[in-house]
């Protein structure tokens, strides 16, 4: 049984006073675990990776792979060069982790052929399970449903983080059912699931874990009416973190609790204080 299945936490970055909050970071992990989540992504968008160094990101995953006490975590590769890429995959074979989260090159906007000879490329360079990351709203370029399904015969590409906003792409991958499908967007977990998808990397889930937890649980046993319950209950909050850039309001929401410092590297910026004021509302009830 793929390991690519529930809910997997795309880690935040903990800063404190301009460097990473090694504590918090491995604090977090923690909870997350002791919540029933199913893994971990190190060094995704929401980690801000690219406001870090690479001693800095090397450092990040050394210290959740200590903290995920065996729970699987998949790093993130990203970027535009490719040679650096594939070297960047090469290293990682050396890490004691369970795959690679890999985006589409980014700013550049390859074609088709471009994107399919990039992810094949680091397929055979890696030793680990790849997930695809089709994530258009930050790289400039969709992974078209042909590629993706291209794609999906390398023996080493197992799974997509799916970002891409199109049901009908979701859908067909879902029933193709080579590549397990793991909603990205947050606010369409529960209709990716529903329809047959595999669970999701979800930002949001760094709040109220144990709930999210459980809303794959019902849906995957075909418990819908508790899905659904469950669903409704957290809509209000997943709303409130999906509505300004993240990670800013994960990271707010994580600091009105009490967990991190809600600091983030420049160009990002902290979650507006009206809703840092409406997470604090949510997060009290």
């Known amino acids: 049984m793929s390991i690519f299945s529930g809910i997997w936490i795309p ?17 977090l992990v923690a909870r997350c675990r002791e919540a029933g989540v199913a893994g971990f992504a190190a060094l995704g968008t929401t980690g801000e990776p690219a406001a870090m160094s690479e001693d800095e990101q090397d450092a990040v995953l050394a210290t959740i792979l200590e903290a995920a006490e065996g729970l699987p975590v998949i ?11 594939r070297e960047r995959v090469l290293r990682l074979n050396d890490q004691p982790i369970d795959g690679l989260l890999i985006t589409a090159p980014y700013y550049i906007r390859p074609s088709q052929a471009g994107i399919l000879d990039h992810f094949s490329t680091l397929a055979d360079a890696s030793a680990k399970p790849i997930v695809l990351y089709d994530i258009p709203y930050r790289t400039g370029v969709r992974i078209e ?20 906003c199109s049901p009908e792409t979701t859908l067909a991958l879902i029933l193709d059912g080579r590549l397990q499908v793991l909603a990205g967007n947050d606010d369409a977990m ?14 949001t889930a760094h709040v109220r874990t144990e709930r999210f937890v459980a809303m794959h649980a019902a849906l995957a046993r075909g418990d819908l009416a508790q899905g659904r319950a469950i669903y409704h209950e957290l809509a209000p909050l997943l709303r409130a973190l999906v509505s300004e850039p993240n ?28 809703l840092t004021r409406e997470l604090a509302t949510l997060l009290a009830a």
Do not use: Y
């Not at 790093?75 to 890429?85: I, Y």
């Open 247 to 274: 990670p800013a309001p994960v990271k707010a929401a994580l600091a009105v609790q009490g967990r991190i410092a809600n600091e983030l590297r420049a160009p990002m910026m902290p979650a507006s204080d009206a």
């Open 145 to 164: 449903l042909d590629t993706l399904l291209t794609l999906a015969a390398h023996p080493r590409i197992q799974a997509i983080k799916d970002c891409a």
């Open 190 to 203: 529960f209709t990716s699931m529903c329809m047959g998808g595999a669970g999701a990397i979800a930002a």
């Open 75 to 85: 790093a993130g590769v990203a970027g535009n060069r490719a040679v650096a890429l």
């Open 11 to 27: 880690l935040v970055t903990p800063f404190k006073a301009g460097a990473v909050d090694h504590r918090a970071l491995a604090a």
